[in-house]
């Protein structure tokens, strides 16, 4: 049964940063493609970064370039997102998700869209203060 556990989440000040963590279980991920979504109160989810579990591509929504950088440890399992410079607008619950590299990869418009997405985490809260 393949399990995607979020954590790292939490309340930070503006500037601040946030590491999240993804532990990984019950399949391998080798051809995956693994994201960052996220859903700010009374909104969509919307995509925030995702990338090849095989570490290459990636992609990086607009709003989080040059901020946040997705990453993985295939010794752990795990899928990281660093948060630096969190603005208040980052708030929202963040999920982590997963799917097939020939369903989804990072280049394809596919990319964004929840629905193309297999496998999700319960999330985790980011709260900004201002």
């Known amino acids: 049964q393949v399990q995607l556990v979020e954590s790292g989440g939490g309340l930070v000040q503006a500037g601040g940063s946030l590491r999240l963590s993804c532990a990984a279980s019950?399949?391998?991920?080798?051809?995956?493609?693994m994201a960052w979504f996220r859903q700010p109160p009374g909104k969509e989810r919307e995509l925030v970064a995702a990338m090849r579990w095989s570490g290459s591509n990636s992609y990086y929504a607009n709003f989080v370039k040059g901020r946040f950088t997705i990453s993985r440890d295939v010794t752990k399992n795990t899928l990281y997102l660093q948060m630096n410079s969190l603005k208040p607008e980052d708030t929202a619950v963040y999920y982590c998700?997963?799917?097939?590299?020939?369903?989804?990869?990072?280049?394809?418009?596919?990319?964004?869209?929840?629905?193309?997405?297999?496998?999700w985490g319960q999330g985790t809260q980011v709260t900004v203060s201002s």
């Open positions: 998700a997963a799917a097939p590299s020939w369903v989804v990869a990072p280049s394809s418009s596919y990319v964004v869209a929840p629905s193309s997405y297999d496998y």
């Open positions: 019950g399949r391998t991920f080798t051809d995956y493609t």
